[in-house]
Antibody, heavy 119, light 110 residues
Framework: EVQLVQSGAEVKKPGESLKISCKGS????????IGWVRQMPGKGLQWMGI????????RYSPSFQGQVTISADRSISTAYLQWNSLKASDTAIYFC????????????WGQGTLVTVSS | QSALTQPASVSGSPGQSITISCTGT?????????VSWYQQHPGKAPKLIIY???NRPSGVSNRFSGSKSGNTASLTISGLQAEDEADYYC??????????FGGGTKLTVL
C-alpha cells in the first residue's frame, strides 16, 4: 500500500527556521516525483514545487522560488520542505503528494502538516 | 503563473448532474492532456478523482467524468449524492514544467 506520512504540526515564531518531512512507503520512492502543496486557512490549493528523489531534480513554482527549499533523502525515502526565515503568512497546511504516471497527477497524498507562525 | 479559473460555487439537488469548469490558457490546459481533478472534504487531504483529462483512478465512481475543449476542462458529476458535497480543484501541467491549480469550487448538494 502506497503511503505518505508527514511530520507533525509545528508552532513557530517569525524569523525561525523549519523543516517538515514526508516519508514514502509501499512503492519505489526514487522513481516518482514528490510535490508540495500549500493550503492557507480557508483557501485553495497552491502548487509549490516538486522533486525527483532519484536524482534530486527540483522545480519550483515562481511564487515559491527562493522562499522555500525542497529536498529529499532517498536513503530513508523522505522528502523535505524547508524555510530559513518563517513569516506569519507561511501559516498554512502543507501537503506532500506523489506524482503518478502522468504529469500533474498527484495520486497519493500525505495527511498534511499544519504550520502556525505567530509571535 | 496565474491560477486556473473555476467557479467559486455550484449547487445541485440529489440525483441531478452538475458541471464544474476549469479555464486556463494554451500554455497549460489548452496545451496538454495533463489535467487532473481532486475532491477535498473539510479537514481532509485532497483525493484524485480524474487524471489525464478524462481517466478515473481505480475505485472512483463512474458518476465522475472529465472532458476538455480548447483551454477549458470540465468535471461532470452525475446522480449527485450528499457525499459529493466537497471542494473540487483542477490542476494542469504548464509549459514551464510546473503545475498550476484552479482556485477551487465548493459544491453544495441541496
Amino acid at each position: 500500500e502506497v503511503q505518505l506520512v508527514q511530520s507533525g504540526a509545528e508552532v513557530k515564531k517569525p524569523g525561525e527556521s523549519l523543516k517538515i518531512s514526508c516519508k514514502g512507503s509501499g512503492y519505489s520512492f526514487t522513481n516518482y516525483w514528490i510535490g508540495w502543496v500549500r493550503q492557507m486557512p480557508g483557501k485553495g490549493l497552491q502548487w509549490m514545487g516538486i522533486i525527483y528523489p532519484g536524482d534530486s531534480d527540483t522545480r519550483y513554482s515562481p511564487s515559491f522560488q527562493g522562499q522555500v527549499t525542497i529536498s529529499a533523502d532517498r536513503s530513508i525515502s523522505t522528502a523535505y520542505l524547508q524555510w530559513n526565515s518563517l513569516k506569519a503568512s507561511d501559516t498554512a497546511i502543507y501537503f506532500c503528494a506523489r506524482q503518478g504516471q502522468y504529469m500533474a497527477t498527484l495520486d497519493y497524498w500525505g495527511q498534511g502538516t499544519l504550520v502556525t507562525v505567530s509571535s | 503563473q496565474s491560477a486556473l479559473t473555476q467557479p467559486a460555487s455550484v449547487s445541485g439537488s440529489p440525483g441531478q448532474s452538475i458541471t464544474i469548469s476549469c479555464t486556463g490558457t494554451s500554455s497549460d490546459v489548452g496545451g496538454y492532456t495533463y489535467v487532473s481533478w481532486y475532491q477535498q472534504h473539510p479537514g481532509k487531504a485532497p483525493k484524485l478523482i480524474i487524471y489525464d483529462v478524462s481517466n478515473r483512478p481505480s475505485g472512483v465512481s463512474n458518476r465522475f467524468s472529465g472532458s476538455k475543449s480548447g483551454n477549458t476542462a470540465s468535471l461532470t458529476i452525475s446522480g449527485l449524492q450528499a457525499e459529493d458535497e466537497a471542494d473540487y480543484y483542477c490542476n494542469s501541467y504548464t509549459f514551464s514544467n510546473t503545475v498550476v491549480f484552479g482556485g477551487g469550487t465548493k459544491l453544495t448538494v441541496l
